[in-house]
């Protein structure tokens, strides 16, 4: 015969050690994530820095997470008072809630690759392809200039069709091979290519130099790191839109402007060693943005299968007045989740 006090005994000391390893999970992710935002600050402190806007899907996301927890508390409270249609109707529209959570998360990503923004490969400047390194272009006889990331005739920003006339003219160079020239489809008649300040000639459908001869392998390279360049509208910079606006950089914590293609501080032009070191720095600061964000979001795409675990309980009725451990645990661990996605949206808006 079962002793009612024993099973209550047992109930409560499973109940203490569930939530036990629940603060035990919480402790290990703040240890995570305090390591991987210290690491954040000390790599901020000595080297070039990039600080943008946060994309707009995250705010979006930031209500969605906060709304979920007050319904999973819904759900937790209907559990303990045995209204299983309220029960019902808050756990799915958390799990719902969650899934819309993750969508807005990877939208979010995706308004930070449009703007520019990549978790890895990229550095702050262009270097790759910077125009007028070696190659320049001329539209209808005037040079095109670069100022940060404007295209420029004679000063003025070049309109969207220009544009797309000088997207479609680079594009014949997107593509390299190593042992054949580029085959030139058309030439001259509005732009003309400029090499180390020599105008490069068209015959045979091949492009050379004076004496007829043919750009070499790197150079042809590079001329192909400038098409992709103008394929994805860089000037001088990875990041889209105007630094000091869109954008900023930033040296030891103080902010750096940009004048006639070059980085200052205080109004003084940086020295030759440093704007090499900016022209060599990668963006760091994008990489940990993405790393911190999406191990959050991997934590959040895990709990989701103990959601689901969750919502097919609530309407087999294995989660009732007498037995809802789970979802009061599950809540916990979701509760943390939001707060700790405040505290990191927090982090990034006033240290990113």
């Known amino acids: ?48 820095w990039l600080k943008f806007p946060l994309p707009k899907a995250f705010w979006i996301s930031t209500a969605v997470i906060i709304t979920s927890s007050i319904f999973l508390q819904i759900a937790v409270r ?25 969508y807005f998360q990877f939208k979010g ?20 392809g910077r125009y007028g390194d070696y190659f320049e272009v001329k539209y209808k006889g005037d040079f095109i200039e670069i100022n940060g990331n404007d295209y420029l005739i004679k000063g003025q920003k070049m309109s969207p ?38 105008p490069l000639q068209l015959k045979n459908k091949i492009l050379v130099q004076d004496g007829d001869e043919e750009l070499n392998y790197v150079d042809r390279v590079r001329l192909r790191d400038l098409a992709w360049n103008v394929r994805d509208l860089r000037g001088d910079f990875f990041v889209r839109g105007e630094m000091g606006k869109d954008f900023h950089i930033y040296y030891k914590g103080e902010e750096l402007h940009y004048q006639k293609r070059e980085l200052r501080l205080n109004g003084k032009r940086l020295s030759n060693y440093l704007q090499i ?33 969750l ?30 996605w ?4 927090l982090f990034l808006l006033f240290i990113h």
């Open 161 to 198: 069709a220009q544009i797309i006339e000088y997207q479609d003219f680079m594009s014949q160079f997107e593509v390299v091979n190593e042992k054949e020239p580029f085959k030139v489809r058309h030439y001259g008649e509005k732009f003309i290519i400029y090499f180390q300040n020599t």
């Open 109 to 128: 990503y995706g308004q930070l690759v449009k703007n520019g923004v990549h978790a890895t490969g990229n550095y702050i400047l262009v270097t790759n």
């Open 311 to 340: 919502v097919i309980h609530s309407f087999i009725g294995k989660i009732n007045q007498q037995n809802n451990i789970a979802i009061r645990t599950g809540a916990i661990f979701w509760h943390f989740l939001g707060l700790l």
């Open 1 to 48: 015969m079962n002793d009612p006090l024993v099973n209550e005994e047992n109930k409560v000391q499973l109940e203490k050690a569930k939530k036990s390893l629940v603060y035990v999970g919480i402790l290990s992710v703040i240890m995570l994530f305090g390591g991987m935002t210290s690491a954040y600050i000390v790599s901020m402190g000595d080297s070039f």
């Open 342 to 345: 405040l505290y990191l949206l």
């Open 78 to 102: 209907s559990a303990r008072s045995g209204n299983k249609k309220i029960l019902k109707l808050a756990i799915s529209i958390t799990f719902i809630l969650g899934i819309l959570f993750i």
């Open 277 to 309: 070191k900016s022209m060599e720095s990668a963006d760091t600061s994008s990489s940990y943005l993405y790393i911190i964000t999406f191990m959050h979001l991997l934590h959040v795409i895990v709990t989701m299968f103990y959601m689901i675990k």
